[in-house]
């Protein structure tokens, strides 16, 4: 039995993108392996951009794509990075300079109309150097029952994004909790402030770069170390 072949891409682009190589189940240093899974070795891989004919629908809504921000002045290759089309599902990645005028284009166009944006959701690659962060916009057409992705970069050094809300209202929270979490800011937000974690909390917890530590828990009259101070399976 053979499997299927990698997608063909452009000359000297890359058919993968392998940003990082995880060593133990959760990838953590300078701590003892309490998980017993340290010999666990697993790369950490972007898949491939996709080439089209995309197959189904995803052709039909590319081209109307592409017609409607060049009706709006905008070079298809200047707003998108690439497609993806992986699992059934198709992503666009997004510069984040055009992300306004992209959403826009997806929200008014009558042959596009993804008129709601169920959130954002951030994801910390510390390792995809200069390009660290990552938000993930998930957006349903309710006129023609199609749903896709937008997935925009930004770096650690400037973790800016423009926020949605103006667009899809419904993101406000969600980018509050994206900040929250993952330190990206949403420019023009209305009050981008946190959502879960008190005020003066310091860091982001979700990113891959936040202490481990923590604090220790009662249970049933026994104490439960933080995991930094638990025992190692070596």
């Known amino acids: 039995m053979t499997s299927n072949p990698l997608p063909v891409v452009p000359a000297g682009a890359r058919q993968i993108d392998v940003i990082d190589v995880q060593h133990g189940a959760f990838g953590i240093h300078g701590s003892g392996d309490t998980s017993g899974f340290g010999g666990l070795i697993d790369p950490r891989v972007l898949p491939a951009p996709s080439l089209p004919p995309f197959g189904g629908w995803f052709d039909e809504l590319a081209e109307e794509l592409e017609l409607s921000l060049t009706a709006r002045g905008i070079p298809m290759a200047s707003a998108v990075e690439k497609v993806v089309v992986d699992r059934g599902e198709i992503t666009f ?8 005028a992209f ?4 929200r008014d166009e009558p042959g596009l109309r993804f008129e709601f944006c169920s959130g954002v959701n951030g994801v910390h690659y510390p390792n995809d150097l200069g390009r660290e962060l ?37 993101n406000d929270w969600h980018e509050r909790e994206t900040w929250d ?6 420019d023009g937000h209305p009050a981008l402030t946190r959502i879960e974690m008190p005020d003066d909390w310091p860091g982001h917890p979700q990113r891959k770069d936040y202490p ?10 026994a104490t439960i170390p933080p995991p930094d101070q638990r025992r190692a399976y070596n």
Not at 157 to 165: C, R
Not at 212 to 219: A, D, K, S, T
Request: hydrophobic share 50%; no cysteine; aromatic share 12%.
């Open 103 to 106: 959403a826009t284009t997806l």
């Open 212 to 221: 481990l530590g923590g604090i220790p828990v009662e249970y049933k009259g």
């Open 134 to 170: 990552h938000a993930v916009y998930h957006l349903f057409s309710i006129t023609h029952n199609r749903r896709i992705r937008l997935e925009v970069a930004a770096p650690d050094a400037d973790p800016h994004l423009p926020s949605l809300v103006a667009i899809y209202p419904t």
């Open 181 to 186: 979490f993952f330190g990206i800011i949403f």
């Open 93 to 100: 990645f997004v510069r984040r300079e055009l992300l306004l």
